[in-house]
């Protein structure tokens, strides 16, 4: 386990040269979480490899170590988180777990506690959010365990950026370990080996031709296959309601002629001779 050191009650130095009393503790460091307020300090990873049992830190020396309740009994290993304090901000890669660490605290490397606050200040506020698909250094690895063999199968993956959700070996379904191993009890056979692995996202790879080759580290491209986007349920348009009957149009019978006046003929008057 890698020896780390925390403040007991301000800042992260070296004993002996500023005088501060620290705490040692051994293991890693968890936290994850998208909060503000949250804490950071800073740790020396040592011989160690970390909890989350990879070869070495990060070539830029970028890492983070997550409390128990983030670490989650090795879940977020091989994740990134973007971090940022005081002065900056920085990607770290999660590669150990800090049992002492409350939620809300991380223990990052040196290196990357300096890209956001200065040394001296030890403990400072913070945020920090796990980053979706990261651009990893190189091509995914895969670490068979010393004692692997045909009846028992331990696996190390690297380079997958996003947490990883599930492993299949040969289709055999692995279980992983709080220290990062991915495991089939009953062995997945001499291999060749093709690993198939989900992450948090939903993202498939498949990486072929792994070897049986327990100790080696095994870096190899894999298949990718991005999330395809649920398509949206087809609406069906609506129907367009029927236009109301036109009430009927009632035409008014044509007033009946009135009969032709009846037209007497005219009377011939004859005038009376007067009387005498």
């Known amino acids: 386990m890698a020896k780390r050191w925390l403040a007991s009650g301000g800042a992260v130095v070296l004993a002996g040269i500023l005088g501060v009393a ?19 300090t800073f740790y020396d990873l040592g011989d160690g490899p970390g909890n989350c049992s990879f070869p ?44 002492p660490c409350e939620a809300g605290h991380i223990d990052l490397s040196r290196t990357a506690f300096k890209k956001i606050a200065d040394e001296v200040d030890g403990i400072v506020p913070i945020s920090f959010t796990k980053v979706r698909t990261p651009k ?13 063999s045909q ?4 696996a190390l993956i690297d380079n ?31 291999g060749p080996f093709t690993i198939k692995f989900t992450d948090a996202y939903g993202k498939t790879t498949t990486v072929p031709g792994i070897k049986l080759k327990p100790g080696l580290t095994q870096k190899l491209r894999g298949v990718i296959k991005a999330v395809k986007p649920k398509p949206s349920p087809k609406r069906t348009p609506a129907k367009k309601p029927a236009p109301a009957p036109k009430p009927p149009i009632l035409e008014s019978a044509p007033a009946s002629s009135a009969p032709p006046p009846v037209v007497e003929p005219p009377v011939a008057l004859v005038a009376r001779p007067a009387s005498c």
Not at 26 to 34: N, P, Q, V, Y
Not at 66 to 89: F, H, I, Q, R, T
Not at 168 to 181: E, H, L, M, P, V
């Open 22 to 40: 620290l705490l040692l503790r051994d293991g890693g460091a968890a936290c994850a979480a998208a909060r503000a307020g949250d804490k950071a």
């Open 56 to 99: 070495s830190a990060p070539a830029d020396d970028l890492f983070v170590a997550l409390g128990e309740e983030d670490y989650d009994d090795g879940a977020m290993c091989g994740s990134y988180l973007d971090v940022k304090g005081p002065n900056g901000k920085v990607r770290v890669k999660v590669i150990d777990s800090c049992p």
């Open 136 to 148: 990893v250094p190189g091509p995914v690895s895969v670490r068979l365990k010393e004692g692997s």
């Open 151 to 154: 009846y028992w199968f331990a």
């Open 160 to 190: 997958h950026g996003s947490p990883l959700r599930s492993v299949k070996i040969n289709g055999k379904t692995a279980s992983r370990t709080d220290f990062n191993y991915w495991i089939v009890d009953g062995g997945a056979g001499s």
